[in-house]
Nanobody, 128 residues
């Protein structure tokens, strides 16, 4: 069964940190551009950060630059996003996505088609 499984979400106070992980099963993540997306209540899904196959190019949406870091471990079939200095505006369901054909830029800006594979999402809540 081909799937992406996210983990690491939860409730954190403003200024805190979380690390989300996405593990692929049934396929080799190393052949795919990977990304993290989020969707807050009442808002459209947005690309947060994406990373190329060889880890040579990453994209971060402006609102998370300097706070979030994406990385991948192809040997472990995992992509992670380290989120620091969280604020209430980061509250959302975070989704992992994979696509074999989209560039990092196209994936995160969603200017072309939607990524092919999606995880089920993990909730991140930032509140005092």
């Amino acid at each position: 069964q081909l799937q992406l499984v996210e983990s690491g979400g939860g409730l954190v106070q403003p200024g805190g940190s979380l690390k989300l992980s996405c593990t692929a099963s049934g396929f080799t993540l190393g052949y795919y551009t990977m990304g993290w997306f989020r969707q807050a209540p009442g808002k459209e899904r947005e690309g947060v950060s994406c990373i190329g196959i060889s880890d040579d190019y990453t994209y971060l949406v402006d609102s998370v630059k300097g706070r979030f870091t994406i990385s991948r471990d192809n040997a472990e079939n995992t992509v992670t996003i380290q989120m620091n200095s969280l604020n209430p505006e980061d509250t959302a369901v975070y989704y992992c996505a994979a696509d074999a054909n989209l560039s990092v830029q196209d994936m995160c800006t969603m200017t072309r088609e939607s990524p092919f594979w999606w995880g089920q999402g993990t909730q991140v809540a930032v509140s005092s």
